[in-house]
C-alpha cells in the first residue's frame, strides 16, 4: 500500500507541476481506482501476458483511457519504479493498448519510449529483448500470449547471449513516416 500511494503522488506531482515526460497533462491523470487497476495489473508477474491483457481490455477499454495508462506506465518505466518482472508487463501493456492496428507496431504513438528503452544504459538484457519482440515482428504480442514476465526472465538467465540492437535510425524514419503531421 505504501509503494502503491508513493507512485500515485509521484504521478501527481510530475502532472500538477506540468513536467512532461511521457506527453502526459493534467487532464490525462490517472484517478486512484485506475492507478490500482494498473498496479495491479503491472503485479501479475506470473500470470500469462495474455491473461494479464484480457484483464487490460476488460479495465481500460477506450483509447482514450489506454493512452492515459500506458502514459502513466511511461512514467513508472522511466523513473524505475517497477521490478524488472514488472518492467515487462509495463512493455507489453503499452504495446497491447495499440495492438489492434492490424499488428502494425509503428502506429503505436509510444515507438519512441521503447526506442529510448533500448538506447538507455541501466536497460537490462531481457528488457532489451522483448522490446526488440515487439518491435520488430507483426502480431508478436500474440506470441508473447501464453509467457508470463517470470518466465522470459528465467529463460533469460539461460540465454545469456548479447543483445544486438539493430539501427534504430531506421525504427524512428519508420515511425515518422507512419504517423500524422501535426
Known amino acids: 500500500h505504501i509503494r502503491h500511494t508513493y507512485?500515485?503522488?509521484?504521478?501527481h506531482i510530475y502532472l500538477q507541476f506540468n513536467i512532461d515526460l511521457t506527453m502526459a497533462t493534467t487532464s490525462?491523470?490517472?484517478n486512484n481506482g485506475e492507478l490500482q487497476k494498473v498496479?495491479?495489473?503491472?503485479?501479475?508477474?506470473?500470470?500469462?501476458?495474455?491473461?494479464?491483457?484480457?484483464?487490460?481490455?476488460?479495465?481500460f477499454n477506450k483509447i482514450q483511457e489506454k493512452f492515459r495508462v500506458a502514459s502513466s506506465i511511461c512514467i513508472l518505466l522511466e523513473d524505475e519504479l517497477l521490478t524488472l518482472a514488472e518492467r515487462l508487463v509495463g512493455y507489453y501493456l503499452i504495446c497491447a493498448a495499440y495492438e489492434s492496428n492490424a499488428g502494425d507496431t509503428m502506429k503505436n504513438p509510444f515507438i519512441p519510449f521503447f526506442i529510448k528503452g533500448?538506447?538507455?544504459?541501466?536497460?537490462?538484457?531481457?528488457?532489451?529483448?522483448?522490446?526488440?519482440?515487439?518491435?520488430?515482428?507483426?502480431?508478436?504480442?500474440?506470441?508473447l500470449n501464453n509467457a508470463s514476465a517470470d518466465g522470459i526472465i528465467e529463460d533469460d538467465k539461460k540465454n545469456?547471449?548479447?543483445?544486438?540492437?539493430?539501427d534504430l535510425s531506421q525504427y524512428m524514419a519508420q515511425y515518422n513516416s507512419e504517423v500524422p503531421n501535426v
Open 118 to 143: 533500448l538506447q538507455r544504459n541501466g536497460t537490462k538484457r531481457v528488457e532489451k529483448r522483448l522490446i526488440l519482440t515487439l518491435l520488430n515482428a507483426p502480431g508478436s504480442i500474440n506470441d
Open 7 to 11: 507512485i500515485y503522488t509521484h504521478i
Open 160 to 166: 545469456q547471449q548479447k543483445v544486438l540492437i539493430p
Open 28 to 30: 490525462q491523470v490517472l
Open 39 to 59: 498496479l495491479l495489473l503491472l503485479n501479475n508477474v506470473k500470470k500469462t501476458f495474455g491473461q494479464i491483457k484480457d484483464k487490460f481490455n476488460m479495465d
